[in-house]
């Protein structure tokens, strides 16, 4: 391990905040099309879970650079586990709901040869 990044959302913060604009600032184009199947608490869990990854992602490659949030396209893959491809970095991640939280957990694992 290279990196290691954390962070926690509360919900209820995503809740207030939420909104189309809001979305743009924090979700890629495909995150953005995927949110807009959702309703209610899973939205907000949704997003939340995704602003939360985001920000370990930026923590964990802070020696290395800074990306936005919207360059940062979490999908999952056939199990549902989130995955994330960002330029030649193998990432880790892990994200977890509670009913009034949102965690997540990134880790830097090292570079992939191009």
Do not use: Q, W
Request: a negative charge; charged letters at 30%; glycine letters at 4%.
């Amino acid at each position: 391990m290279i990196g290691i990044g954390t962070d926690i959302v509360e919900n209820e913060r995503i809740r207030k905040a939420l909104s189309e604009s809001f979305m743009k600032k924090v979700l890629s184009k495909e995150e953005l099309e995927k949110a807009h199947e959702f309703k209610n608490d899973r939205l907000i869990d949704f997003v939340a879970g995704r602003f939360a990854v985001k920000e370990a992602i930026i923590k964990c490659l802070s020696d290395y650079e800074a990306p936005v949030l919207t360059d940062l396209n979490i999908t999952n893959n056939e199990k549902g586990k989130p995955e994330i491809s960002y330029k030649n970095y193998k990432i880790l991640v892990s994200i977890s709901h509670e009913r009034n939280y949102s965690i997540a957990v990134a880790s830097l694992e090292g570079f992939v040869e191009e």
